[in-house]
């Protein structure tokens, strides 16, 4: 029998239930994995809630990033065998599969081989940020000396971003709401911290920039403030929104756009891996950074299984700088 963590109703990080079930076997094209660790995500949280554009079928499984142990293979698997260590990519739906469980059942095409080096804590915590932030990179094509604004730059997609940033020669621009974690931030490789509720973004972006603007804008957040984001960018910057935290309408910047030609678009890690040829470059380019140790994932705190629940409170509680794993 396996423990398996579910909601049971939407809410907050209290309705989360552990279950004891049998997982049984994995069908074709599936893996079963003993679990490790797992890495939590936001998506996850707003998931569990209801906020989420996927609504739960309830009870609900929960969880798709993480490391495990391959126990047994499905019918048509290849390119694995039992005994092999894996990281669990989140190329399903949310509610799908659920990997917040000491066993889990897994499609394969989500598998990848753990990178040498990295703990299960590690490896769990790598594929959903630098494939998101990777963004900056595919698409914005930022090079020496572009300006990168990061929003919510202490997440871990956001110190992803600093460091596929830093690596290609930008400017990482971190922004955050106080200056309380300017100085991790900075620990973290940030060339700029900007405190946006205790400085005028605008304004310390064109000092940065020598008053070009910055390239892109990064921002998980949405809502109003993505007139400001659209202020503060270059002519023909981007700004990209891969999530909708403020869970406000987040407004087209028609003049900011209109006049300096810029483009608004929209982000999932996604468009990376649901297009082989793109997955490829981009795990290629990743891995290399994780070899040479230019990527490197921050991991704020290890909480184990049995305090999941908890857990999922510090994720909310937006102390941490970097990622929420749990081991199991």
């Known amino acids: 029998m396996a423990i398996v963590v579910r909601a049971h109703e939407l809410g907050g990080p209290d309705v989360l239930r552990f279950d004891e079930m049998e997982v049984g076997a994995p069908g074709a094209g599936e893996v079963r994995i003993k679990v490790e660790a797992v890495g939590l995500n936001r998506s996850e949280a707003m998931y569990r809630a209801g906020r989420y554009p996927v609504k739960p079928a309830l009870p609900t499984n929960i969880g798709y990033e993480g490391v495990g142990v391959i126990e047994a293979l499905g019918e048509g698997v290849t390119g694995f065998k039992e005994g092999d260590r894996v ?8 509610g799908q599969y ?4 000491t066993q889990a059942i897994v499609p394969a095409f989500c598998l990848e081989p753990i990178p040498p080096g990295l703990t299960a804590a590690e490896g769990a915590s790598i594929w959903m940020q630098y494939m998101t932030a990777f963004a900056i990179i595919e698409v914005a094509n930022v090079g020496i000396g572009d300006g990168v604004i990061i929003r919510a730059a202490s997440s871990s997609v956001g110190l992803a971003a600093i460091q596929l940033a830093n690596w290609a020669g930008a400017v990482s621009i971190a922004a955050t709401r106080t200056s309380a974690k300017a100085d ?3 620990a973290q490789g940030a060339a700029h911290v900007i405190a946006t509720e205790e400085q005028d973004l605008i304004e310390q972006v064109m000092k940065i920039t020598d008053g070009k603007g910055a ?5 998980p957040v949405g ?5 400001t984001l659209a202020g503060a960018l270059a002519e023909r910057g981007i700004l990209f929104i891969y999530g909708g935290l403020s869970e406000s309408a987040t407004p087209y910047p028609h003049w900011h756009a209109a006049f300096k030609g810029l483009s608004l678009r929209g982000w999932v890690a996604s468009e990376i891996w649901n297009h082989p040829d793109r997955y490829a470059r981009a ?3 990743i891995l290399q950074g994780l070899a040479l140790g230019t990527l490197k994932p921050v991991i704020d705190k290890v909480f184990p299984f049995s305090e999941l629940v908890e857990a999922n409170r510090y994720l909310e509680s937006n102390q941490q700088v970097g990622k929420v794993v749990v081991t199991m």
């Open 184 to 186: 991790a931030l900075r």
């Open 98 to 101: 659920g990997l917040w469980a």
């Open 283 to 285: 795990k290629e380019r």
């Open 223 to 227: 809502g109003p403030y993505v007139e």
């Open 215 to 219: 390239r892109t804008a990064f921002d």
């Open 87 to 94: 990281c669990v990519l989140p190329r399903y739906r949310l």
